[in-house]
């Protein structure tokens, strides 16, 4: 995807209008209607400020990596006993079938929320 289209998705994701979004970036919403239909991309600045308004990285705001957050975010805690990382690495030592039945079950939780 392109700067653009990812920040017309993350916009879309987060329920906001281009205004909200240019308010917060002191822009005018011509120039943030322009960066999501790539007529013009931002500027470095520019990119920094959107990427910490939606909590993701440079990278993924413009489409270098799929992954939305920073590796910093593995310590972050989930509980007062569980952080991403003891997440991930449980995840990782289970077989696939079994992280297909966890994927399912945290769909099923989700949908009860």
């Known amino acids: 995807m392109?700067?653009?289209?990812?920040?017309?998705?993350l916009r879309k994701e987060r329920g906001i209008c281009q205004k909200e979004?240019?308010?917060?970036?002191?822009?005018?919403?011509?120039t943030i209607s322009n960066y999501e239909k790539g007529v013009h991309s931002p500027d470095l600045i520019t990119t920094?400020?959107?990427?910490d308004?939606?909590?993701v990285t440079t990278d993924f705001l413009l489409g270098r990596t799929e992954h939305r957050f920073a590796p910093g975010i593995l310590s972050r805690r989930l509980t007062t006993t569980y952080?991403?990382?003891?997440?991930?690495?449980?995840?990782?030592?289970?077989?696939?079938q079994r992280v297909s039945t966890v994927m399912d079950f945290i769909g099923y939780l989700k949908s009860k929320s």
């Open 2 to 9: 392109s700067v653009g289209q990812n920040i017309k998705r």
């Open 21 to 30: 979004l240019a308010a917060f970036l002191n822009l005018s919403v011509g």
């Open 48 to 51: 920094g400020k959107i990427a």
């Open 53 to 55: 308004f939606f909590g």
């Open 83 to 96: 952080t991403v990382a003891d997440l991930v690495n449980t995840t990782l030592e289970l077989s696939p």
